[in-house]
């Protein structure tokens, strides 16, 4: 069966980095998209990167300029630097291929 596994969260302070994987497996991981969400408490979850099979990757305007999503192929996984962080980041992160769903990692920027 499809399975993510998310790993990287924590707590980290304003200013802040961390890098976020996704390591999948039952998926032919090098032909899907990738994306990563976010769902913050009491709000809806929401779409942050994304990237495609040849590795262009699109960002929400929130992160543009601070997150760097990547993929390695031969490992089946795909990465979330998140550099420059705000507590507004604070959320659990999931990683997203076709309709499934990981089970999150909970990032905490909070000093």
């Known amino acids: 069966q499809v399975q993510l596994v998310e790993s990287g969260g924590g707590l980290v302070q304003p200013g802040g980095s961390l890098r976020l994987c996704c390591a999948t497996?039952?998926?032919?991981?090098?032909?899907?998209?990738m994306a990563w969400y976010r769902q913050a408490p009491g709000k809806q979850r929401e779409w942050v990167a994304s990237?495609?099979?040849?590795?262009?990757?699109n960002y929400a305007e929130s992160v543009k300029g601070r997150f760097t999503i990547s993929r390695d192929n031969a490992k089946s996984t795909v990465y979330l630097e998140m550099n420059s962080l705000k507590p507004e980041d604070t959320a659990v992160y999931y990683c997203?291929?076709?309709?499934?769903w990981g089970q999150g990692t909970q990032v905490t920027v909070s000093s």
């Open positions: 497996s039952g998926i032919d991981f090098s032909i899907n998209y």
């Open positions: 997203k291929v076709q309709i499934y």
């Open positions: 990237i495609d099979s040849v590795g262009i990757p």
